[in-house]
């Protein structure tokens, strides 16, 4: 025992090192667990919606239900980039709001749309003069004649988002519906930006331009575009502001707990998400909880079908 002792660790030595290394272990162990725990997840969010605080505050009420931290990111882009990032999987999830380009990625097999979950209301708003007589139009498409008809006679302005936004896209389709094509026009201004930006300028410029309802209230509450006047909102159809959530069907984005995660973001957003819509922006007139509206389905269909074509 006396060699034992004198030439390397005692039983006790023995027992102690044994007890450090498995505390050690232990320690590792659940650092490591919590490695795993925290996770970051990039989201696509058109303006609109992140501008809003919709799209962040669904999140952060879908991360307040898990044992779990989801960190989430956004990138924030019009519905069209959003799209071609799911496509080649560089972001797995996002809310867009054009059905004419979901249907095209759908059909490509690049992603999979899983639904409407809100919806609002596109409106024409300009100058309180309203020069081009847009308040008196029977229909949209009358109104964007009447708009095209002012300008060609310069006593009035279009901004454009020209980004290939939802919001774009349905501009697009309208000009194409009422066979108009502004572009090139000297009244026809394109900012490539987001919502906000574009409402200012047109503010800026006492021009007319196309947007949701949501935005143009938040900014209008805000005293940023004291200048526009909500001109439009009498279509029942083309004016309907649908968001949907959809997902990539990249290979990354579709296994394992990746996988598991989108799957039940999209649930909680189509399910108990619903009652955040209802209780914290419904009542506001800014944004509408999609539960239970069969017909949103059929009108994104509808819409999903309209296709771009120059006129005039």
């Not at 039983?11 to 498995?22: D, E, K, P, Q, V």
């Not at 410029?205 to 196309?210: G, I, M, N, S, V």
């Not at 575009?225 to 959530?245: A, K």
């Amino acid at each position: 025992m006396a060699g034992l002792a004198t030439s390397g660790l005692s039983l006790r030595g023995l027992a102690f090192l044994a007890t450090l290394l498995a505390v050690a272990v232990l320690a590792v162990t659940y650092y490591a667990s919590q490695i795993s725990q925290h996770e970051v997840l990039v989201v696509g969010s058109p303006t609109t919606l992140y501008a809003s605080g919709l799209a962040q505050r669904l999140l952060e009420s879908f991360g307040a239900s898990l044992d779990y931290k989801v960190e989430f990111k956004y990138i924030v882009k019009g519905s069209g980039d959003l799209l071609r990032l799911l496509a080649d999987g560089s972001i797995c999830l996002a809310f867009t709001h054009s059905p004419l380009l979901e249907r095209r990625y759908v059909e490509e097999g690049k992603i999979n749309w899983h639904g409407v979950f809100a919806y609002n209301r596109f409106t024409i708003v300009g100058p309180r003069g309203d020069p081009a007589g847009v308040s008196k139009a029977s229909n949209v498409t009358e109104a964007f004649k009447r708009v095209f008809d002012a300008g060609e006679r310069g006593v009035a302005m279009f901004v454009s988002r020209g980004d290939l936004s939802g919001t774009h896209v349905r501009e697009l389709q309208i000009w194409s519906l009422a066979g108009l094509n502004p572009e090139g026009r000297r009244w026809y201004l394109r900012t490539s930006q987001g919502a906000p930006e574009t409402l200012i300028t047109a503010s800026n410029l006492k021009a007319y331009t196309f947007v949701d309802k949501g935005t143009f209230k938040e900014l209008k509450s805000q005293g940023k575009v004291g200048d526009l006047e909500i001109l439009f909102t009498q279509d029942t159809y083309l004016l309907v502001n649908v968001y949907s959530i959809v997902t990539s069907k990249h290979d990354r984005c579709r296994e394992g707990h990746l996988g598991e995660l989108l799957r039940s973001i999209v649930g909680y957003v189509l399910g108990e998400g619903q009652d955040v819509l209802e209780r914290e922006y419904a009542v506001e007139g800014t944004f509408y909880p999609a539960r239970g509206m069969v017909e949103l389905s059929k009108l994104w269909e509808q819409l999903s079908t309209i296709e771009i074509k120059r006129g005039g």
